[in-house]
C-alpha cells in the first residue's frame, strides 16, 4: 500500500509563508503526475496546483502568483512554497500522485496536512 506524507503545515498569519513538503515513498515517482489539493470546512476538495511528470506546473486562479509548486524526483518528493497567505488558504493540503496509463490506473494520497492563515 503506498502512503505518501506531508510535512509543513501549521498557524501562520496573514501575508506569512509556508512550505508544505510530500514524500511518495514506494513509487517510480518520476513518472507520476504529482498534485496539491486542499478542503475547507464544508467545501469540496479543490485542486491547487499540479506539477506533471515531464515538469510542466498548473495553478488554480486563486494561487496563482502566490504558490510555487516543485518536484525533486531524486527525493520523490514535491514541495508547494505558500506566500501571501490568506484566511481564504486556511484548509488541509492534500498530497496525490497520479497516473494514467497502459499499465492501468494509480491514484494515491496522503493523510493531509493542515494550514491555518489567522492573526
Known amino acids: 500500500q503506498v502512503q505518501l506524507v506531508e510535512f509543513g503545515g501549521g498557524l501562520v498569519q496573514p501575508g506569512g509563508s509556508l512550505r508544505l513538503s510530500c514524500v511518495a515513498p514506494?513509487?517510480?515517482?518520476?513518472?507520476?503526475?504529482m498534485r496539491w489539493y486542499r478542503q475547507a470546512p464544508g467545501k469540496q476538495r479543490e485542486l491547487v496546483a499540479g506539477?506533471?511528470?515531464?515538469?510542466?506546473?498548473t495553478y488554480s486562479e486563486s494561487v496563482k502568483g502566490r504558490f510555487t509548486i516543485s518536484r525533486d524526483n531524486t527525493k520523490h518528493t514535491i514541495s508547494l512554497q505558500m506566500n501571501s497567505l490568506k484566511p481564504e488558504d486556511t484548509a488541509a493540503y492534500y498530497c496525490?500522485?497520479?497516473?494514467?496509463?497502459?499499465?492501468?490506473?494509480?491514484?494515491?494520497w496522503g493523510p493531509g496536512t493542515q494550514v491555518t492563515v489567522s492573526s
Open positions: 514506494g513509487i517510480v515517482f518520476s513518472t507520476f503526475d
Open positions: 496525490n500522485a497520479w497516473r494514467d496509463d497502459f499499465e492501468g490506473r494509480y491514484d494515491y
Open positions: 506539477i506533471a511528470a515531464g515538469g510542466s506546473t
